[in-house]
């Protein structure tokens, strides 16, 4: 049987999307990457914030030491749901400091905005239908 060649170097094996995804991030709209950032962690907040409500009904109707151990999976867990939603909050902050580079990146920097107060104001109010429309103008565009 003949020896194999080993010192050859073997290109790497992708599929391609891999690689292309790679070097679109670097050239990617600041606003989009914010966006994606801040949609995670409004998504890790409200998935803590339903455990943790979760746990507080647990809680709520446990007895003696039962009670002691439910007491401190809720405190864990709001903890968790308050340090999640600092995160959203600062990523939200940083909005005002990163430019758009593109038309998407302005439509993403509006459902920041949008999606910040979605579960604060009442969306029927001014000017929540208002951004909304320009939303779904800039959309179509």
Known sequence: MADS???TTMPPVTNGKTAKALDR????DPAILL???WLRAQHVSQILCRFQQRLERRFLGALGSEAVDRQLDYSIACQAEVEA???ALK???RLPGVKARSLLGIVAKLEI???ADRDIDDPTDFPWPHIASVLDDLKKV
């Open 5 to 7: 060649d080993h010192s």
């Open 25 to 28: 991030l670097s050239d990617a």
């Open 35 to 37: 966006m994606r950032d």
């Open 85 to 87: 939603t600092t995160v």
């Open 91 to 93: 990523l939200q902050d």
């Open 113 to 115: 905005i949008a999606g």
